[in-house]
């Protein structure tokens, strides 16, 4: 039996490993000196915080979810998206009222069952934030730039910048009506629209299969109240004065039902992809609905295998540096326990010429021409050797391994 990683699924390794560390070590960075935290939260949480949160008419709750039952029958699901555990964690630990403006960020693996294919996968890994208790649009245009600013950090500045409103409780409904109103007398929606026409009209605005069908859609630009126009509108400026350039997207609505007010995607311009790289929007409501304070918030999250493919197509790892690999060979057994020593002590110390190194070896038991095979193997630049007559004299070899030089180096110089 030949085992297969589960279908939708990928082991991460080599210059994708390296990558995905990259990434995670630029946005901890960055979050960093936007001052926002790290919190950590469970893999899976009560199958029932997500579909309240997330809403039974979309995607994720309809057909993404992988839910299960453990031992004592507790229905659970892995989870699809950070949001939910975030704001489920700071009303558990009371962040709601102790720290009411609270900034915080997560990174991990999340999981739906999607159909695979490239840039969709069943588990992948994201990067978000959420900003608590900052109603005002300058938290909104916050988190829209550290998105900007995360993808940047790898190379990425090539991006369009999509933003709309949703609106609010106040002028959604209306919107949401007159949307019924329209599409009900349409012709022709695809199966998933006409299904969710009553429960969740908006996304029939971003259908990827009846987007374009319909004309004089209407928008809910047209429909905002005085609050969320002016919202928006400061939004907008705030963003310009920070050099982001965006464009108003009518027809983006973003599949969960915990959006209000400002919401938006970040796509690659040099990828030929439509498919987001980062999204987000504000959620005012959800932390009150979930049992907490009414606290307003904001967040995103991006797909980390999506930006490693937006990342590698404009050569991010072309001037990657690795550390330098250092071999360290025997000549004569006897002298393993001296090299194992000295490759232990360079490992912790580095080399006077180089701090910056990945140590290989010593290995036991193989002739000196195959532990030299076996250094430009795995392309080391030089290999130490550790011989008995240069040893007796306190010195090794060091041979460069491109041009095959040797020199003599004294042991405690290096
Ligand atoms: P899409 O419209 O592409 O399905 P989404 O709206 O479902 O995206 P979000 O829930 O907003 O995505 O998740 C934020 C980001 O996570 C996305 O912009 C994307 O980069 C990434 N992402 C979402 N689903 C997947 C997946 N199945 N595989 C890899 N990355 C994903
Ligand atoms: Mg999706």
């Known amino acids: 039996m030949n085992y297969r990683s589960p279908r939708g699924t990928h082991d991460i390794f080599g210059i994708n490993a390296l990558g995905m560390s990259l990434l995670e070590q630029k946005s901890k960075e960055i ?17 029932s915080l997500f579909m309240r949160s997330i809403g039974q008419a979309t995607d994720i709750v309809e057909k993404e979810m992988y839910v299960f039952e453990d031992r004592k029958g507790r229905k659970l699901a892995l989870r699809p998206e950070g949001t939910a555990s975030l704001v489920r964690a700071c009303i558990e ?3 709601d009222i102790s720290n009411p403006a609270g900034k915080f960020f997560y990174s991990g693996e999340m999981f739906r069952y999607e159909r695979p294919q490239a840039g ?64 009900s007398s349409a012709q022709g929606l695809c199966d998933d629209c006409a299904r969710r026409l009553k429960n969740n009209p908006l996304r029939l605005l971003d259908c990827k299969i009846d987007a374009g069908k319909f004309i004089e859609v209407p928008q809910m630009a047209n ?35 915990y959006y209000t007010r400002t919401v938006f995607e970040i796509r690659s311009d040099s ?3 439509q498919d987001a790289l980062a999204a987000g929007g504000r959620y005012d409501n959800l932390v009150e609905e979930l049992g907490g304070h009414d606290t307003p918030a904001m967040g995103f999250a991006l797909g980390s295998e999506r930006v490693m493919l937006a990342a ?56 000196l021409t195959n532990q030299l095979k076996y250094a430009d193997k795995i392309q080391a630049s030089k290999t130490i050797v550790f011989a008995k007559t240069e040893f007796e004299n306190g010195k090794v070899l060091i041979k460069n391994m491109k041009d095959k030089t040797q020199i003599e180096a004294v042991i405690n110089e290096l």
């Open 120 to 183: 969709r996968y069943r588990q992948f890994h994201q990067i978000g934030a959420e900003y608590y208790g900052n109603s005002s649009p300058a938290a909104d245009a916050e988190v829209i730039v550290l998105a900007q600013d995360l993808l940047a950090a790898v190379g990425i500045d090539k991006i369009n910048v999509h933003i709309n409103s949703l609106g609010c409780e106040k002028c959604r409904p209306f919107f949401r009506k007159t949307l019924i109103k329209y599409f």
């Open 31 to 47: 979050f960093k000196k936007y001052g926002f935290e790290e919190i950590r939260t469970p893999i899976f949480e009560d199958a």
């Open 223 to 257: 429909y905002l109240c005085d609050g969320c126009k002016d919202n928006f509108n400061s939004v907008k400026s705030l963003l310009k004065s920070v050099d982001c350039v965006y464009t108003v997207d009518e027809k983006l609505v973003r599949g969960l039902d």
């Open 312 to 367: 590698q197509s404009v050569g991010l790892f072309n001037n990657f540096k690795d550390s330098e690999k250092i071999f360290i060979a025997i000549a004569d057994q006897e002298l393993f326990n001296g090299a194992f020593a000295f490759a232990v002590k360079i490992v912790r110390n580095g080399l006077s010429f180089n701090k910056d190194i990945s140590v290989f070896g010593p290995i036991n038991g193989k002739s």
């Open 93 to 95: 630990h009371r962040m």
């Open 271 to 273: 990828t030929s992809s």
